[in-house]
């Protein structure tokens, strides 16, 4: 079982920056990949960004790749976002997630069994 809390959302402008970051409880976060969501008023959740249990390969949606990166530590039991050059368009609600196995899950929300409440991300023009 894990929990995980979603951090470090706000308000920022277009072109700035912005660090997410996701606590989970647990003693087996090592064993899971993890991933982030985001959801736009109206739309459906989307695959962010995912990273397997050793940090590395990660994976991008295209809509970020080259301005967001998602790192891990498994020491702390934390994953992070830190997301730059934030357009209007990134604004929403993202969601820390994750899977039950420790390798890379996939860009579909149902191969994510543990999900956080969300941290809004508002990117002001």
């Known amino acids: 079982q894990v929990q995980l809390v979603e951090s470090g959302g706000g308000l920022v402008q277009a072109v700035g920056s912005l660090r997410l970051s996701c606590a989970a409880s647990?003693?087996?976060?090592?064993?899971?990949?993890m991933a982030w969501f985001r959801q736009a008023p109206g739309k459906e959740r989307e695959f962010v960004a995912a990273?397997?249990?050793?940090?590395?390969?990660?994976y991008f949606a295209d809509s970020v790749k080259g301005r967001f990166t998602i790192s891990r530590d498994n020491a702390a039991n934390t994953v992070s976002l830190q997301m730059n050059s934030l357009k209007p368009e990134d604004t929403a609600v993202y969601y820390c997630a994750a899977s039950t196995t420790s390798y890379y899950s996939g860009r579909n929300s149902v191969n994510y069994d543990y999900w956080g409440q969300g941290t809004q991300v508002t990117v002001s023009s």
């Open positions: 990273i397997s249990w050793s940090g590395g390969p990660t």
């Open positions: 647990g003693r087996t976060f090592s064993r899971h990949a």
